[in-house]
């Protein structure tokens, strides 16, 4: 995603603050791997825990919270964007990462967090500069100002602890 380095910085070191967080927040975190017994396990955000948490919000809390040209860019069209890298496998055997449309939840509120998360990991691990990789040339910025948007309601939220883990079943 070629993105100004401000839009770029902001983006991965609010969506950093976010994980950081979340992992702080009792519900919202998890762990890949087993940490029971001796054995070490990575710590990671509980993605499904908050997209089950935010999706019990409020319209008024989180959906209405949101700029009508944020939630135009991540929910319009035909909500298969931001795109995801897909592993596909030539006839030869090799492997290649290519960016495929993929759905957003039907919940607008899921989507709005999966297209934030799509846009971060995009940025961070995806094409950068390949203009092979960038279907919809020039509204990258556009991408990163509404994640980064999503990003500082939910960091605002956690804050004010209206954004909660969702009991379990």
């Known amino acids: 995603m070629p993105v100004s380095d401000a839009s770029a910085f902001a983006l991965l070191r609010a969506f950093g603050m976010l994980e950081f967080t979340l992992k702080r927040t009792p519900g919202f975190l998890a762990a890949d791997g087993n940490p029971l017994g001796n054995q070490r396990a990575k710590a990671k955000a509980d993605w499904p825990d908050v997209d089950r948490a935010v999706a019990a919000l409020e319209p008024a809390d989180f959906l209405d919270q949101l700029s009508g040209s944020t ?4 929910l319009g069209g035909a909500r298969n964007c ?10 030869d055997g090799t492997w290649s990462a290519n960016y495929e ?6 919940n607008d509120v899921e989507a709005l967090v999966v297209a934030m998360r799509r846009v971060r990991n995009n940025l961070f691990h995806g094409g950068k500069e390949d203009p092979l ?12 100002m509404a994640a980064r948007e999503v990003v500082g309601l939910l960091l605002d939220l956690l804050d004010r602890r ?7 079943d």
């Open 162 to 168: 209206v954004l909660r883990p969702y009991p379990r």
């Open 71 to 74: 939630r135009a860019k991540l």
């Open 82 to 91: 931001p795109q995801v890298q897909f592993v596909q496998v030539a006839a």
């Open 133 to 144: 990789q960038e279907p919809h040339q020039g509204d990258d910025e556009e991408w990163t």
């Open 101 to 106: 449309d993929s759905p957003l939840p039907r």
